[in-house]
């Protein structure tokens, strides 16, 4: 399997020669030492494995957070001498640069001083400055929101919950109005019974709920660009708002399939229609104005046709139609379109395109997808909840609306909740499954169907939810001290003593702090045979 040594083999660390090889062989080797399918194995592995900024974000306050865990704080040892402690040393000693590589004292003290980032202060991301501006005013908006952040989330909410109430309330009466006139049906008949305040009331939840489904799916986008923590803790406070159980009861009681194929709108109150009737070029106008006008093709008269035209024609296209059908497209119109799990058509399309639905209600049906997914991705304990909630049933209607979006976002919420339901659930939804297959990227180690090692997800699902809330707590504490100060305006993180001194407390040990009253007051510190009095060693032997 593997290619003998050449040359090239000391070079890289092998053993031997290829002397005595070459005389066995009685050829000399050429190429590589590794064999082509491991390179290909490992070229393969490097176009498919990337390292995203969220998860180098994330890795890195992780190393962080076990430092400060152990009592090492490197931004604060950046800054030793600036505390009580250096002030008294000699200035040969004080300017000496810490860093890698550096023996000598520095002489631009003060313009290293300037150019090293103190701790807390934003970095440079990025060199350019359109980007990096950006990045700048979402650090800021978050900076100034975050003590107000989950009242703003809150507050979305209940709107939504408002429109779900609507739509619970709403008469099955006016459903069936509206789902009698097919797709391309005339609105004047459609709201023929329903008054202009009814309407308005829909018009107005329909617009509600698409600015407050494009602000949420805004916030959690650019807080994540800015940092993978800010989108940890804004869907963290989604979920504890009861976001997935909101949105999953306003699925189940209203019909997506219904609800994106109802126009809520009147032409003749339209704002466009209000201007073109108070404009001074109105469609009135316009067509006296062509009346009067003739062209030249209005005299040349119709072409002589060559055949006698079938007059039976008509009338045995309708016969060739089954009772059913023409009694179908005489009053409902046409049917509205539908699709399968797979995507293919169950019905024969319109002939006609389709230009009778609701645009506010499909974006704002992909954006509450969208978010959800957002807040279910990779994370066991919440696709749990997922599964726990029963949403298969209720997301199973998205699926029929042939809309690639909604379709999407549907199957990847199935995707995700795929490995924590039983084989009975799997066996009954192979096409849901083969769906998946069929439009979601596949991962490079994409397990989700197998489940190897669900039991142990399932386990260690509760406690990393845990412990990212901790770190995304603890970052918080650290990166806006000034917010999330205590109550007489100091910040909490630092009122926490280090690991060595919690532990010497811990044990029995009052000598931290007379340790450091010591200190400040520029006493001698115990040494020497003068540990025998200042330690508490009672239950030592």
């Not at 645009?359 to 807040?375: D, E, G, P, T, V």
Request: hydrophobic content about 35%; some cysteine.
């Amino acid at each position: 399997m593997y290619p003998p040594l050449d040359d090239s083999s000391n070079r890289i660390g092998g053993r031997g020669t290829t002397e005595r090889q070459d005389v066995l062989v009685g050829k000399r080797w050429e190429g590589s030492d590794v064999p082509a399918s491991i390179i290909e194995a490992g070229r393969l592995f490097s176009t498919h494995v990337k390292k995203t900024r969220a998860m180098q974000q994330l890795w890195e306050e992780r190393e962080n957070f076990m430092k400060y865990d152990r009592g090492w704080n490197p931004d604060q040892a950046r800054w030793t001498f600036e505390t009580p402690f250096g002030a008294d040393l000699p200035e040969e000693i004080s300017q000496l640069d810490l860093s890698e590589g550096s023996h000598q004292p520095s002489s631009k003290t003060s313009d290293d001083d300037a150019n090293r980032s103190k701790p807390n202060e934003p970095m440079k991301e990025t060199d350019d400055p359109d980007i990096q501006r950006r990045l700048d005013a979402v650090e800021a908006f978050y900076a100034q929101t975050l003590a107000h952040l989950q009242s703003i989330t809150i507050v979305f909410l209940k709107i939504i919950l408002t429109n779900v109430s609507a739509v619970v309330n709403q008469s099955n009466s006016q459903n069936s109005q509206s789902m009698s006139h097919g797709v391309n049906g005339n609105s004047a008949e459609l709201f023929a019974d329903t008054s202009i305040d009814e309407l308005d009331n829909i018009r107005l939840r329909e617009i509600t709920s698409k600015a407050v489904s494009g602000a949420l799916l805004l916030l959690v986008k650019w807080f994540k660009r800015s940092h993978i923590l800010k989108f940890e803790y804004m869907t963290q406070l989604l979920l504890d708002s009861n976001y997935l159980p909101l949105i999953l009861k306003m699925f189940a009681h209203q019909d997506v399939d219904q609800a994106v194929a109802q126009k809520n709108d009147r032409d003749d109150l339209s704002f466009f229609h209000f201007c073109r009737e108070h404009s001074d070029h109105s469609a009135e106008a316009e067509e006296q104005t062509g009346g009067d006008t003739e062209s030249e093709d209005e005299a040349v008269p119709p072409p002589i046709s060559r055949n006698r035209p079938n007059l039976n024609a008509g009338s045995k296209s309708v016969q060739d139609l089954s009772l059913e059908e023409s009694i179908t497209e005489t009053i409902d119109g046409p049917a509205r379109p539908e699709v399968d799990e797979l995507g293919y058509p169950t019905a024969p399309l319109p002939k006609e395109p389709i230009t009778v639905f609701s645009f506010r209600n499909f974006f704002s049906a992909i954006n509450y997808l969208h978010i959800m997914q957002k807040i279910t991705r990779n994370k066991a304990h919440r696709c749990l909840l997922l599964v726990q909630y029963k949403s298969s049933t209720i997301l199973r209607k998205g699926l029929k609306i042939p809309d690639p979006h909604l379709r999407f976002y549907t199957l990847k919420l199935f995707k995700s909740q795929v490995p924590y339901c039983g084989r009975k659930w799997r066996q009954s939804n192979m096409r849901v499954i083969t769906a998946i297959y069929l439009y979601c990227r596949p991962e490079l180690r994409d397990d989700w169907l197998a489940g190897s090692d669900v039991d142990a997800e399932v386990e260690e699902a509760l406690p990393l939810e845990q412990a990212l809330r901790g770190l995304t707590h603890w970052w918080h504490l650290r990166q806006y001290k000034d917010i999330m100060g205590g109550p007489d305006g100091t910040s909490i993180i630092d009122e926490e003593r280090d690991f060595f001194v919690r532990e010497l407390e811990s044990m029995g040990w009052g000598f931290a702090e007379d340790m450091a009253e010591d200190a400040d007051m520029g006493n001698q510190m115990v040494n020497g045979t003068e540990w025998d009095g200042g330690l508490q060693t009672d239950g030592w032997s």
